[in-house]
């Protein structure tokens, strides 16, 4: 049989959804598994063992609605002749995509009162994690699903990467720091960032050594702390999602609002200081994660839009609260 997974989106988006592709390997071991990304998260995916392809596209063709490059993904996608189709998008528009596909058997998910092409769809409603709804469409399909933490696989390279800069360090406890993130090619959403005069403040009274990690468009932001601290902190930003993972492996904790970094570290058993404001913990928190919310209600959509956001959300959320879990978590 030849399965499609797909899943555009974030990396966060696509971190979340390793569990689902770990049960589903589990259930078909000799089926060929493929999963549609954009490029933009592909990479989350390197190296993962439960999928036999990785076919992507340029995340602007979403974006940007560019119909007729869709149209000719989908003519591609339609000769590669799959059986069963797992949409873990929330959209109508991709039930409707594989549709076009000609996939015959579609599952996937109801959104509110969006029309559905799917063949099984379930309900969605955005008040549980988004893991424990990925398995929902296994369950639907009659394949027993388990909660497993999400995976990111590295190699040996990555690995030796990261033990040669937490030894250059010479410091036993070392915390990760991701300021930056939340921004993808669908969407800006930098109102979910505690902001960067709290992550300066954090790391003068924290007095441990900080790892700064993100992608590269967050050197900024890091940057911006670094030359804050004469000393202490370190540049982690700009390297690949595998060799960011093994760092945060390595670390003491994470620290890190939601964010793409938030997942990556979901990944690892270190212990994650989750900073939540707009967007509900209770839907994109790791489930391993020490969760500090701001007191204002989350304002993000089970559409993916931010109605009536303060733009100041996340200044609720103070060093001293921050300081204080951190050491709690650690003192367990």
């Known amino acids: 049989m030849k399965i499609l997974v797909i899943r555009s989106g974030a990396v966060g988006d696509v971190i979340m959804a390793t569990p689902f592709l770990r049960n589903l390997r589990?259930?078909?071991?000799?089926?060929?598994?493929?999963?549609?990304?954009?490029?933009?998260?592909?990479?989350?995916?390197?190296?993962?063992?439960?999928?036999?392809?990785?076919?992507?596209?340029?995340?602007?063709?979403?974006?940007?609605?560019?119909?007729?490059e869709v149209l000719a993904l989908s003519r591609k996608i339609k000769i590669m002749n799959f059986d069963r189709c797992f949409i873990l998008d929330k959209s109508w528009a991709w039930s409707l995509f594989a549709f076009i596909c000609g996939i015959r058997k579609r599952i996937g998910f109801s959104r509110g009162t969006e029309a559905s092409f799917n063949t099984i769809s379930i309900n969605f409603d955005g008040k549980k994690q988004e893991s424990e709804y990925n398995n929902d469409l296994l369950k639907v399909a009659g394949i027993k699903a388990k909660n497993y933490q999400p995976e990111i696989f590295s190699t040996e390279k990555d690995i030796e990467f990261a033990e040669k800069l937490i030894k250059?360090?010479?410091?036993?406890?070392?915390?990760?720091?991701?300021?930056?993130?939340?921004?993808?090619?669908?969407?800006?959403?930098?109102?979910?960032?505690?902001?960067?005069?709290?992550?300066?403040?954090?790391?003068?009274?924290?007095?441990?050594?900080?790892?700064?990690?993100?992608?590269?468009?967050?050197?900024?932001?890091?940057?911006?702390?670094?030359?804050?601290?004469?000393?202490?902190?370190?540049?982690?930003?700009?390297?690949?999602?595998?060799?960011?993972?093994?760092?945060?492996?390595?670390?003491?904790?994470?620290?890190?609002?939601?964010?793409?970094?938030?997942?990556?570290?979901?990944?690892?058993?270190?212990?994650?200081?989750?900073?939540?404001?707009?967007?509900?913990?209770?839907?994109?928190?790791?489930?391993?994660?020490?969760?500090?919310?701001?007191?204002?209600?989350?304002?993000?959509?089970?559409?993916?839009?931010?109605?009536?956001?303060?733009?100041?959300?996340m200044m609720e959320i103070n060093v001293e609260s921050v300081i204080y879990a951190l050491k709690k978590a650690l003192s367990k």
């Open 26 to 68: 589990e259930a078909y071991p000799n089926s060929r598994i493929s999963f549609l990304v954009g490029k933009w998260s592909k990479e989350v995916l390197r190296n993962n063992k439960n999928i036999d392809e990785i076919i992507s596209f340029d995340d602007k063709i979403i974006a940007r609605k560019k119909f007729l």
């Open 168 to 313: 250059g360090i010479g410091k036993k406890s070392i915390i990760g720091i991701a300021p930056g993130g939340a921004v993808n090619p669908g969407q800006s959403a930098i109102l979910k960032r505690w902001p960067i005069d709290r992550y300066k403040e954090f790391v003068g009274k924290i007095g441990v050594p900080c790892i700064l990690l993100g992608n590269s468009n967050d050197k900024v932001v890091c940057k911006e702390i670094m030359a804050s601290h004469e000393t202490g902190t370190y540049d982690a930003t700009g390297i690949s999602i595998q060799k960011a993972k093994e760092i945060m492996e390595r670390c003491a904790a994470v620290i890190t609002h939601d964010s793409g970094a938030m997942h990556i570290a979901s990944a690892t058993s270190t212990k994650i200081i989750a900073l939540f404001g707009p967007t509900p913990a209770e839907r994109f928190a790791p489930k391993n994660a020490v969760v500090i919310r701001t007191k204002s209600w989350p304002c993000y959509t089970i559409r993916g839009k931010f109605a009536g956001c303060a733009k100041n959300q």
